[in-house]
T-cell receptor
Framework: GNSVTQMEGPVTLSEEAFLTINCTYT??????LFWYVQYPGEGLQLLLK?????DKGSNKGFEATYRKETTSFHLEKGSVQVSDSAVYFC??????????????FGKGTKLSVIP | GAVVSQHPSRVICKSGTSVKIECRSL??????MFWYRQFPKQSLMLMAT?????????EQGVEKDKFLINHASLTLSTLTVTSAHPEDSSFYIC???????????FGPGTRLTVL
């Protein structure tokens, strides 16, 4: 089946530090890949996405590149801020037969940024 | 655009009562809506997928008679937790998508506490 593995947290960084959250996936096809962010007490927000190999998704200073050869979609940001403190979920979507569709999430990585 | 709302945001109920949670797509027509459950410090677990005008498809292990899902219109889906018990206490999140688009847009979630 499909699965998403992301690095376990929590991750604690100082403000302006470089962030990498690793994400790898297993899928029986060519999925679309996503990063979602969940701020404390809130639902999920789409952060960025990539739909095919070598695509780069970017938003709010975050980037992730769809690497088919390594089945990875690592999230990066050059300089984190306190406001980036949240839980980050890597996810994939793969269409299966008869038009069915399921979003598979990783377990989430909690990021805490300290001033 | 692509805003999804949920109501209520928090609900506390007594054991044995039923609770209805609404999920609305505010600025688009959602052909498919999804209901997730999120346990503390864990990822989202897909409960069911509902297409407008048809019966919901439940994931394995999810009791369809306990978690009633109705998707009566293209902008509204409801989840009713019937005869709630303390173990049903959780964070319930809905999402919605447009036909032909693979991005899911998430609601802010509903915190259910069953006493």
């Amino acid at each position: 089946g499909n699965s998403v593995t992301q690095m376990e947290g929590p991750v604690t960084l100082s403000e302006e530090a470089f962030l990498t959250i690793n994400c790898t996936y297993t899928a029986t096809g060519y999925p679309s890949l996503f990063w979602y962010v969940q701020y404390p007490g809130e639902g999920l927000q789409l952060l960025l996405k990539a739909t095919k190999a070598d695509d780069k998704g970017s938003n709010k200073g975050f980037e992730a590149t769809y690497r088919k050869e390594t089945t990875s979609f690592h999230l990066e940001k050059g300089s984190v801020q306190v406001s980036d403190s949240a839980v980050y979920f890597c996810a994939l979507i793969l269409y299966s037969g008869a038009g069915s569709y399921q979003l598979t999430f990783g377990k989430g990585t909690k990021l805490s940024v300290i001033p | 655009g692509a805003v999804v709302s949920q109501h209520p945001s928090r609900v506390i109920c007594k054991s044995g009562t039923s609770v209805k949670i609404e999920c609305r797509s505010l600025d688009f027509q959602a052909t498919t809506m999804f209901w997730y459950r999120q346990f503390p410090k864990q990822s989202l677990m897909l409960m069911a997928t509902s297409n407008e005008g048809s019966k919901a498809t439940y994931e394995q292990g999810v009791e369809k008679d306990k978690f009633l899902i109705n998707h009566a219109s293209l902008t509204l889906s409801t989840l009713t937790v019937t005869s709630a018990h303390p173990e049903d206490s959780s964070f319930y999140i809905c999402s919605a998508k447009l036909a032909g688009v693979d991005t899911q847009y998430f609601g802010p979630g509903t915190r259910l506490t069953v006493l």
